[in-house]
């Protein structure tokens, strides 16, 4: 059977310009309480790259860092019942997402929504969009980028940068 999860909170500071959202944390991630804590996910060398957050370093100053360059973290999905790591494991209609709707509505300092991979976009469409003032959303640059997983290897770093690189570009 699988398992419930319950997800990680946001990590947005008040000035945040970039919202990077995946959709539901990995074991590795919900076990260590951290962010993209599994070894092989590309997140953090990806945000050293982008950003120059160093991804050597403890979990709480890279979150520093990010939020420095005014980029925050948090995921779409809230709970859900899964079995493993994988995204195409949780259980459909056991998903219930986060307020990122409510965040966005709120600091509308954010200008841009990363969407860490193709469950997170699919989750965004799904839960938040819907919930967002029409006006809101048109001040919005959503972007569907690749995923950071290591389940999705296909996909080198120096591609990932490539493709993330509209971030640093963003402004952020």
Known sequence: MAEELVGLGPRIAADCRVLVLGSMPG???LQAGQYYAHPRNRFWP???HLFGIPAGHEYERRIVGLQRAGVGLWDVIGRCRRRGSLDSAIERGSEL???VAEILQ?????????????KAASAFRRYV????????????????????SPA???MDLPALVRAWSVLAAADA
């Open 97 to 99: 997402p986060n307020a």
């Open 46 to 48: 990806l945000m050293q």
């Open 27 to 29: 074991g590795a991630s």
């Open 152 to 154: 999705h290897a296909a």
């Open 106 to 118: 709120e600091q509308t300092g954010i200008a841009v929504v990363a969407l860490n991979g193709g």
């Open 129 to 148: 969009v819907p919930q967002l003032q029409p006006q809101r959303l048109q001040t919005l640059t959503v972007l569907p980028l690749p995923s950071t």
